[in-house]
């Protein structure tokens, strides 16, 4: 939460009684679920730990037929998951409304 705030994101933190329901609703495939699920008010999903300046390059110009952005798994290094210097690179998923995905961004350093 602290990261995607300072890049200016409001937040608010729910805890339903089934999360996976909402992941599903909102058409977040298994493969491409993680710990954490954001909606924002316009109905954009970002799923696990997606960089702040990601998010907002997509919400600057989202592409067509997108419901957001996933980060499956939590890997080392990403937002909220720092140890030390430990890093494994990874993508960031752009999902798209017919249930698929392809790489929006590759993630090689810990910081963008």
């Known amino acids: 939460?602290?990261?995607?705030?300072?890049?200016?994101?409001e937040s608010e933190v729910n805890h339903p009684a089934n999360l996976?329901?909402?992941k599903s609703d909102k058409g977040i495939a298994p493969p491409y679920q993680s710990c954490h699920t954001a909606v924002t008010n316009d109905g954009y999903v970002f799923e696990g730990h997606v960089?702040?300046?990601?998010?907002?390059?997509?919400?600057?110009?989202?592409?067509?037929?997108?419901i957001g952005l996933a980060v499956p798994g939590m890997p080392e290094g990403s937002p909220g998951m720092e140890v030390g210097n430990r890093f494994?690179?990874?993508?960031?998923?752009?999902?798209?409304?017919?249930?698929?995905?392809e790489v929006y961004q590759h993630i090689a350093a810990q910081r963008l």
């Open 20 to 22: 996976n329901k909402i």
């Open 1 to 9: 939460m602290s990261h995607i705030e300072e890049f200016g994101f």
């Open 88 to 101: 494994d690179p990874y993508d960031v998923l752009l999902l798209k409304k017919n249930g698929s995905y």
């Open 51 to 66: 960089p702040g300046p990601v998010i907002q390059r997509f919400l600057a110009a989202p592409p067509k037929d997108a």
